[in-house]
Every structure is written in C-alpha cells, then in structure tokens.
C-alpha cells in the first residue's frame, strides 16, 4: 500500500470537509443576521400594537411617553440589526423599502403625523415576506438578477 497516496487523499479530504464546514457556517450567520432583523422589526410591530392609532394631542402622547421611548429603542435596535445585515437585503426589494417607508413614518406617528396603521403595514411586509428561508423561486431569480449585475459590470 502507498501511504503517500493514502497521506494525500486523507488531506484532500479533510480539506473538503473544512471547506464546506466554512461555507456551512458563513450561511448561518447569514441566516442569524436577517433573522435578527426580522425578529427586530416583529418586536417594534408588537409595541406599536399598544398604541392608539394616533398619538394625535399633546395628552395622548403624554400618556404614551414611556412607551414611545420603548418604541424608538425598538426602531434603533431594528436598525442596528438592518446595518448588521450588510446589504444582504438589497435584492429584496419589497423588504428594503417597506424598511425605507418604516422610518421616514416612525418619527411621523411619534409627533402625531401618521397613524400606527401605516407603520404596521410595513412591518406586515418585512415580517411575512420570506427573506430569511427564501422560496426556490426567488433563489433563481436573485441567482439571474445577480447574473445580470456581473454581466453588466464586464
């Protein structure tokens, strides 16, 4: 028996093996990042359930003071984890903008501007849209829209 052969493949194995252990775990903390985000944007939507529909008069949002400070520390914490994300979004359209319409309306609804309905509707489509175990469909679309992107940058 060659045991320089036997030496040989044992390494090119274990290379593989690290090689697709590597590649396992760049994708779970891929997948620990958006759903940080998701899980973010789901908490600032349950606080801003307990909310009137609009924090409309001075005493209203009076009253609500607390929790409007519990419900920006939300929205920080949602954005942290937006920023954690590292453009992985950036292909999931509906999701980079419900998140882009989420904050132009937060400090709308604080000052009494915009109603929590708004708001909720656009926590509704970053919580259901399926960004963190994405369909096979949009799999092959991100695949070609990044196909697209490589062919235009030649």
């Not at 090689?19 to 985000?37: D, I, M, P, T, Y």
């Not at 942290?80 to 882009?100: C, G, H, I, K, M």
């Not at 709308?108 to 656009?122: D, H, P, T």
């Amino acid at each position: 028996m060659d045991w320089n052969a036997v030496s040989a493949g044992a390494t090119a194995l274990t290379a593989l093996i690290a090689l697709l252990a590597l590649f396992s775990w760049k994708n779970q903390e891929k997948l620990k990042v958006k759903l940080e985000f998701k899980n973010a944007v789901s908490a600032y939507a349950y606080c801003l359930t307990g909310f009137p529909l609009q924090l409309n008069t001075p005493l209203i949002r009076s009253k609500f003071s607390k929790r409007c400070q519990e419900l920006a520390d939300l929205n920080a914490k949602a954005g942290y984890a937006w920023f954690a994300t590292e453009n992985l979004l950036e292909s999931d359209e509906p999701v980079t903008r419900a998140w882009q319409q989420l904050n132009n309306l937060h400090e709308g609804f604080l000052i009494g501007e915009v109603e929590k309905e708004s708001i909720l509707e656009q926590c509704s489509i970053i919580i259901v849209y399926p960004f963190v175990f994405p369909t096979w469909k949009q799999r092959v679309s991100k695949g070609l829209a990044i196909c697209r992107r490589w062919r235009k940058g030649k």
